[in-house]
């Protein structure tokens, strides 16, 4: 007789961002670039958007300025993929490993057996993973493994794939590592769209620890969907002058006409009965994807309180946002019966159910 394969334990969830805020420096500057008849949409929007905080590893100056004030990493002309690359290079790693600290201060982390990280804000080799590694001195059996340019819902494979490996391995400890820079990627925009879109992104780092230990959110079977005709609504352009984000006004109306699809919206949900889902942990794009989710799936208004706290908290931080909205989560009410679900390029929705310890 096959014994079943055992359950992966998402154990504890830790956040880091940095102490830079730049929401209302950005909102300045893009006033500034806009025609006079469309400011007063951009405040409108400003106003709707949800968010009152973005974080940035990029320095304060010693006068307090901005990235876009002078003497700051934008004040010029903009600075080359190069020039944001070098500081990908070490701020990822170390805002990474200030959110795995964090996560040691909850619970032991010795014996980690597998290093999972995720980003799409920058490349470097050798990659974060090894950097990561080393600054925490894991042993060099430890397996890696990078997830690259999957976006947002990023989060939901570096954890699916902790799943997978605990699934296979019952006693791996499976470190997962979420950390997006993409204030790193300002571009000279002069449209409202472009601009809108910039508007909704933060730097963070969130760290996890996935076992076989029943504590916490247990990990329950994945799902992913994908809508059709709609690659080009969410991508990364890789340019000289950093990666330039191109999120189309029409995705929240996109995602609430698919989810109104009885198939896809079962698809994107697992095939659960979603009267008895009681917890709700979907990616913090933006307000009006979570108004989307919520309206379309007729949610109860506070079903989504958690995402929309951090993304009024932190804004969209990619990959890393999904792990706030968990972490807040855990520290919540137990959940019998969790929904956790992304939106990304492709345009897909991905995402896995969870259930609380007993």
């Known amino acids: 007789m096959t014994s079943s394969a055992p359950v992966a334990w998402l154990n504890a969830v830790a956040t880091a961002t940095p102490t830079h805020d730049i929401h209302d420096a950005f909102i300045g500057w893009a006033r500034n670039r806009l025609a006079p008849r469309e400011v007063r949409l951009f405040d409108r929007m400003v106003e709707r ?20 004030a002078p003497g700051g990493f934008y004040a010029e002309a903009m600075p080359g993929t190069a020039a944001r690359m070098g500081i990908y290079s070490d701020a990822a790693p170390t805002l990474a490993v200030r959110a795995i600290e964090s996560l040691a201060a909850q619970m032991p982390l010795g014996g980690i057996t597998h290093l999972v990280v995720a ?9 974060i993973d ?20 999957m976006g947002c819902y990023a989060a939901v494979a570096a954890l699916r794939s902790a799943r997978h490996i605990v699934r296979s391995e019952p006693d791996a400890r499976v470190l997962v590592v979420t950390v997006e820079l993409s204030t790193l990627h300002l571009q000279p925009a002069t449209e409202l769209e472009p601009l809108l879109a910039m508007l909704q992104f933060g730097d963070g780092a969130a ?8 504590a916490g959110f247990a990990i329950e079977a994945p799902f992913a969907a994908t809508l059709p005709d709609s690659a080009e609504l969410i991508r990364w352009d890789i340019t000289d002058a950093g990666f330039a984000m191109h999120l189309s006004g029409e995705v929240p109306g996109r995602i609430a006409t698919a989810l109104t699809d009885p198939d896809f919206a079962t698809a994107a949900t697992g095939g659960r009965s979603l009267g008895s889902v009681d917890g ?5 794009g933006g307000r009006s994807i979570l108004d989307a989710v919520e309206r379309s799936l007729s949610l109860p208004r ?11 908290a932190n804004g969209n931080m990619s990959s890393a946002t999904l792990m706030f909205v968990l972490a807040a989560m855990l520290a919540g009410p137990p959940v019998a019966n ?21």
């Open 49 to 68: 958007a949800g968010i009152g905080h973005r974080w940035s590893v990029l320095p304060i100056g010693s006068d307090g300025g901005s990235p876009v």
């Open 338 to 358: 969790g929904i956790a679900l992304a939106f990304g390029p492709g345009l897909a929705a991905e995402g896995f159910g969870f259930r609380s310890a007993a």
């Open 302 to 312: 506070q079903a989504l309180a958690a995402s929309r706290a951090v993304l009024a």
């Open 207 to 214: 760290a996890a620890l996935v076992t076989a230990n029943p």
């Open 280 to 284: 709700w942990a979907v990616h913090a």
């Open 119 to 127: 980003s799409c804000t920058g490349f470097v080799a050798p990659g």
């Open 130 to 149: 090894q950097i990561i590694a080393a600054r925490l001195k894991l042993s060099p059996r430890v397996e890696r493994l990078l997830v690259g340019f």
